[in-house]
């Protein structure tokens, strides 16, 4: 896994970076929702369309694999190299809030 | 009989007037039970209610069947896999499937007031839905085109019928003028990043 690899799926939307933070553990779709609703406080919905659209894409791009099913529903889990591609996106965003935070021109 | 059978045009551009059209229905006690592709909607009477209508895109096995392929996708066969997992996430999220129309996927569910009621809430997928909607389009044109246009530009004039004429320009009108709207959308959705 290069950086060049990890850096070609940076900057994550914001809907796949909250789908890949809830799959750390082994999970179907309708927990991928609740987990999202609740971990974002209600900031981040994903719909239906969406959530199913991602996990094919997240799947070719080898970010997440199938882990077994649940009755009808497939389990999806992060792969080694989702988390590399998650853990970048988080060591960057954080950069840029602890820019906001030290610049203080959001206190107010 | 308690089902009512309305014709109605379908342009491929019209997702959301059509989506709009159905929650009205539904307001007037007329709930969508089935599509006769292309054009006709079984609507049965009832209650009315406040229903969200959402169209998505997608070609499932039900309608190979409906259009009598049933090589490619026998109706009392069980769904692939894949399928299965799609109409299962709708359900879980609350969604109930109506039906098939010309590879539109048909859902709704009752209206909350204040909450996001979207299939789809973010730009690339929302970019990626209408893409495949264009993909299929032109699939279809590039077949229909095959089939008429050597006949219509035939030089033998019992060869090029008015019938084979006719073929090509509804291939116009029905396939090749829609892609200019269609086009027009995702440039938008594009901009709006």
Redesign the interface.
């Given at each position: 896994m290069t950086t060049k690899q990890i850096n070609k799926y940076l900057p994550l939307t914001e809907s796949s970076a909250y789908i890949l933070l809830t799959l750390d553990k082994p999970l179907h779709g309708y927990g991928v929702m609740q987990r999202v609703a609740a971990l974002s406080k209600e900031t981040v919905s994903i719909g239906a369309g969406t959530l199913y659209t991602a996990f094919s894409n997240l799947e070719k791009q080898k970010l997440i694999e199938k882990a077994g099913q649940e009755g009808r529903r497939k389990l999806y889990v992060l792969t080694d190299f989702g988390r590399s591609v998650l853990a970048e996106h988080i060591r960057i965003t954080e950069i840029l809030v602890n820019n906001a935070k030290e610049l203080g021109i959001f206190n107010s | 009989m308690n089902t009512v059978r309305k014709f109605r045009w379908f342009w491929s551009w019209n997702d959301i007037a059509e989506e709009k059209w159905l929650q009205k229905m539904s307001a007037q006690g007329l709930h969508l039970k089935e599509i006769e592709n292309p054009c006709f909607y079984i609507f049965e009477k009832g209650e009315p209610q406040n229903y969200v209508y959402k169209l998505?895109y997608r070609l499932n096995s039900a309608m190979f069947a409906h259009v009598g392929w049933y090589a490619l996708a026998d109706k009392s066969a069980p769904q692939k896999?894949d399928e299965?997992?799609?109409f299962?996430?709708?359900q879980?999220?609350g969604?109930n499937y109506v039906g098939e129309g010309r590879g539109w996927q048909y859902f709704r569910q009752s209206e909350r007031k204040g909450q996001?009621q979207?299939?789809?809430?973010?730009q690339?997928?929302?970019r990626?839905?209408y893409r495949r909607q264009i993909f299929f389009q032109l699939a279809i044109m590039a077949l229909v085109a095959v089939l008429t246009l050597p006949q219509a530009f035939s030089p033998d004039p019992t060869v090029a019928s008015p019938i084979s004429i006719t073929a090509v320009a509804a291939l116009v009108i029905l396939f090749a003028l829609p892609l200019i709207p269609l086009g027009l959308r995702l440039q938008k959705l594009k901009a709006q990043i």
């Open positions: - | 998505d896999s299965q997992e799609y299962q996430l709708f879980d999220a969604w996001n979207e299939l789809y809430t973010d690339a997928s929302k990626a839905k």
